[in-house]
């Protein structure tokens, strides 16, 4: 294992990353946050605390992935709670890492099923380069190149015992 970050340096990013974001906000009132769940709501949760922005939601994008089909009926779906509306809304979807890019390309699906907002962007923690669908974060606090068999391992609070990045062997 090696440590990226830890709870200090996630702090520092998160903070950064809320700054960029709100210095990208025309109209703040209209700021809205979405994290994927398990991680990404987290981190939208954290983001919104800086910016002291209230609404924030969470999605479960496990019926909008594309490879449901091989899941099937072992998949298990979790909450979607997003209350507030989102027409018009300057709304940021939140990840903890962006890798292939599915991920979010499920989130945004599962987004524009709730409305259409005036704009939609994508922030994450952990941006990695092997893209495999044209989705870029406008907002990526940290960018790594781990090899293609390591992977990168998220934890934050109070999700996971503690906060940290760190990149690890697959398997």
Avoid: C, W
């Amino acid at each position: 294992m090696r440590i990226i970050a830890d709870a200090i340096q996630i702090e520092r990013l998160i903070f950064d990353l809320a700054q960029r974001i709100a210095s990208d906000t025309p109209i703040p009132e209209r700021l809205a946050f979405i994290g994927i769940r398990r991680r990404g709501d987290v981190l939208a949760t954290r983001l919104a605390k800086v910016l002291s922005v209230h609404d924030v939601g969470s999605i479960d994008i496990t019926l909008y992935r594309d490879d449901l089909s091989e899941t099937g009926p072992a998949a298990r779906v979790g909450r979607t709670d997003i209350p507030f509306a989102i027409e018009g809304r300057d709304v940021v979807l939140v990840d903890d890492v962006v890798m292939t890019g599915r991920s979010s390309l499920a989130g945004i699906r599962e987004i524009v099923d709730f409305g259409r907002p005036a704009r939609l962007r994508l922030a994450v923690l952990v941006e990695r380069p092997e893209r495999e669908l044209p989705i870029h974060p406008e907002f990526a606090a940290l960018r790594v190149r781990p090899g293609p068999e390591d992977k990168v391992d998220v934890r934050l609070l109070p999700q996971d015992d503690m906060d940290r990045i760190s990149i690890n062997p697959r398997g």
